[in-house]
């Protein structure tokens, strides 16, 4: 059998020219040459085994996808779900919503992630990125990681994911998680629901609730990027239909007809602006794929 029919054969869907602004999180982007979409960690791994040198999403809650698309393969995890609870540990598979997993750790009377229980996007995005709030991180639950590289399956523990702010070994190589474990700790359901819903007050108080792939920048020297955003003026500055957000200088926000080129240069903008005010670069921290020329 060809490659493409093996994956579909092993349970995977695959769409052609699909348009990614119909899927990604900020609705913007061009075509994808050929969407591969498992529903299982096991038809996942005959898709990484048969793709291409593939790209891997998540929920593209922190990706960028350029007006021009993407040739070539590429593969979303979001249909690949499964949750399972042993004791104070739970195993989630990659495509799995980190709110859910939040959810279900409070239903089970689990604390730890309470702080997380806000953040979009998936558990292979949040462990790839080391997803945080509020001062807790991913990296301080996770205990291993399910992971596929070089043609095989192997588990990595915390040490060995190579944990960062907003960084991971996985952002920096091949290797693609399929599940995370995470141990937490026994607690009050009660404590823990009320604590979940007093950090996504916090959240909805500071950021915006529109369209936005969360924060832009990375904080420079413990100083959120905001604060040298607001400083230079940059509030509300708009470029095609892609906007600073009024709320947190740190977001830009969809206003309803944006592309992907939109929001790449008022990033370069705003990059620009806190240079020439403060002599300071700060760092990206959504991620652009594909070509962005301008």
Known sequence: MKKYDLIIASGATICYNKLAKDFCAFKTGGKIERLIMPNSVSNMIVSLENAETPIVFGGTTNSLISDNGLFGDVIVTTNVKGIQVDGNK??????????????IAKENCLSGMEELSGIPGTIGGA?????????????NILISAEVYTDGKVIILSNEECGFSYRSSLFGKSDMVVLSATFELQPSNGLLISNNMKLYKNKRRQSQPNDISLGSVFKKYDNNGAGYYIENCGLKGVTIGGCKVS?????????????NSTDYAK????CSDKVYEKYNIRLEREVKYFGEFIF
Request: aromatic share 6%; charged share 10%.
């Open 90 to 103: 739970i195993t989630a598979n990659a495509g799995e919503s980190l709110a859910k997993v939040c959810n």
């Open 127 to 139: 462990v790839c990125m080391n997803a945080g709030a509020f001062g807790r991180f991913i990296s």
């Open 246 to 258: 009024e709320k947190h200088a740190n977001f830009i926000v969809n206003c309803g007809n944006a």
């Open 266 to 269: 008022l990033v370069n903008l």
